[in-house]
């Protein structure tokens, strides 16, 4: 055994038996971060109990006895989504990463850090992170296991509430170490960022470190560096950072798309079912559609992913996807007195007596309150088989097909219900100028309109002119490109009022594009300036509830579009500046011509 480990307790797994490469990736980080303790994941459920052990131990979790096998977790409230301005990307060159903006305009495509930089930086946070605390190390597969779209990778990490959550949300365990052998992994290191003895008192004793916490990525060499942060799409390193940022990155190498989509198959009365992707910022209702309830007759969405999808045409031509996770971090609420789950909106069906405590442990809060009873990013972690409506294909190794890519964002003016793009560049240039209000994902205020190219903003890796230029040279003879198509579900009144009932009535949208991308005799398209919108009545609104006015979601306000289109090429162009493909320059130029003619 290697002198180093001879020094540190190995309570449970054999360092020894680890393929070469992962144990000189473990001494490395040993050596870094100086644990007391290290503890090789296998991924058992004996394990998980011991994790959940440590963690009621802790008094991070405590159960929630209405349900099986469920608990909840606390966070200190400073530890609560991700943070864009401390994530970074280090490459040799800036403008590999993100592309520079025009002069004295701020970019807003990611952040550059100089390799000596992030040394730096990891030199100020990791040496003797770990000192008292176990360093666990988890080998897990992105990808149903076996897939040649899967990937592997490594995490260590320094807490137990994290790996119980990849446990979750990847395959992980001994078997993947096995099928990994001598293979490639994406590195990843994570520490919360607290030794032991601590220097300040844990808040809700959650171990974080706000003021160091950062996510730092090496597109090159496929490492991930997170510090000071527990929250989900910082510490879940399979997420975000990997299965997008470094996926990403990987995928432009290797000539397929990994992006932040949902993936859902979609099966019509005559029993013909299509899957389609969709891409909404954070925030935007992704979980929801990929778990849509149809409300129409006949119709079922079956769910394969929520939020992410690792795309690539095969040797027929057709582009096919998988969900490289293996669960749900969807959106979720504030604790009940009976040991169960609060959601905004569920006020009605509480039980008599029943009372709800806040995130932040005010016991009895009342609907209505002035403050939400959860965090709004607050979260659930699931396992996607226990997902009732579960695609029987979702774990399919050679993905799905997919005919249909839809763009989408929280649009409250000027954007119609649905439109398709006219073809593939027109498509890309629709997901390129994605925009969306504010979230609360990440570290932003208010709800003013932001810019989201093709709802990867804050997961771009690369250069996002490059990006454009990877997604227009997806196109080429003999494959079958999807269409592209952009929605908006949540478009208003001028008294503030959804024009939209959404959920579950979203299914007579996604059967207007299905119609659309088979090859139905029905004229239902007609053609804008902005694209195809549905032609007056094509869209099944048999049975609604109340009647939508057509006109108001479908118009198209020509100063709104004008005032749209400046903002569009000014945002494209102050941002991306000299990297931007000229066909983005051609679409803003052939939009202005079809509206000039409307
Ligand atoms: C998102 O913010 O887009 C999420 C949640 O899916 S997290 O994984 O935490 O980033
Ligand atoms: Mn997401």
Redesign the pocket.
Known sequence: MIDLFKRITVVRGEVDSLPEKVLAFLEHDVELCQPSFIHICDGSDEENRLMLDILMADEIIQTLPKYDNCVLAHTDPRDV??VESKTFISTQLQREAVALPKAGVKGQLGNWMSPRDLETAIQERFPGCMKGRTMYLLAYCMGPMGSPLSKFGIQVTDSAYVVACMRIMTRMGKQVLDAMGDGDFVRCLHSVGCPLPLKEPLQRNWPCNPKLTFIAHKTATNEVMSFGSG????S?LG??CFSLRIGSAIARREGWLAE?MLIVGVTNPEGVKRYLVAAF???CG?TNLAMLTATLPGYKVECVGD?IAWMRFDEKGQLRAINPENGF?GVCPARTSDGGVFWEGLEKDLPEGVTITSWLGEENWQPGSDHPAAHP?S?FCTPAGQCPTIDPNWEDPAGVPIDAIIFGGRRPVGIPLVYESLNWQHGVFVGATVSSEA?S??EYAGHEVMHDPFSAR?FLSYNAGDYINHWLEMEMPGRRMPKIFHVNWFRRDSKGQFLWPGFGENIRVLDWILRRCSNEKDDIAEMSPIGFIPKQGSINMDGLENPVDWKKLFDLPKDFWIAEMDNIEKYLTDQINEDLPREMIKEIEDLRQRFNQF
């Open positions: 989504a991700r929250y989900g799409g910082n879940l997420k975000k932040h910022p954070s925030q992704k939020d971090f990013n979260r979230t994902a990440a804050p």
